[in-house]
């Protein structure tokens, strides 16, 4: 059974930081993409960030560009979103997501994490 267990979210002001964790365990290809995506109320999901297995191919959405850092620890199975400069519109529902590629498209995924709250005040 696979589970993509995401962490460290919370309430913060503008101009914070957060890191983000998604621990996954029972992937049985290990190769896996891992990315996150955010889903704000009444708006839809977003890829803000995504890597390949091996690291070498990442992607992030201009949103978040040069203030967020994903990477990943694959003897831990586990991925991180570093977020610096928080800003109130980064507020939003952020989940981990597992597939077998690079992409921004949430379709490209199989696996899901529950999701963490994260909260920016202006």
């Known amino acids: 059974q696979v589970q993509l267990v995401e962490s460290g979210g919370g309430l913060v002001q503008a101009g914070d930081s957060l890191r983000l964790s998604c621990a996954a365990s029972g992937l049985s290809e290990s190769r896996y993409s891992m990315g996150w995506f955010r889903q704000a109320p009444g708006k839809e999901r977003e890829c803000v960030a995504a890597?390949?297995?091996?690291?070498?191919?990442?992607f992030y959405s201009a949103s978040v560009k040069g203030r967020f850092t994903i990477s990943r620890d694959n003897t831990k199975n586990t991925q991180y979103l570093q977020m610096n400069s928080l800003k109130p519109e980064d507020t939003a529902i952020y989940y981990c997501?597992?597939?077998?590629?690079?992409?921004?498209?949430?379709?490209?995924?199989?696996?899901w994490g529950q999701g963490t709250q994260v909260t920016v005040s202006s």
């Open positions: 890597i390949s297995w091996s690291a070498f191919e990442i």
């Open positions: 997501a597992a597939g077998l590629s690079v992409t921004r498209y949430p379709g490209g995924y199989d696996y």
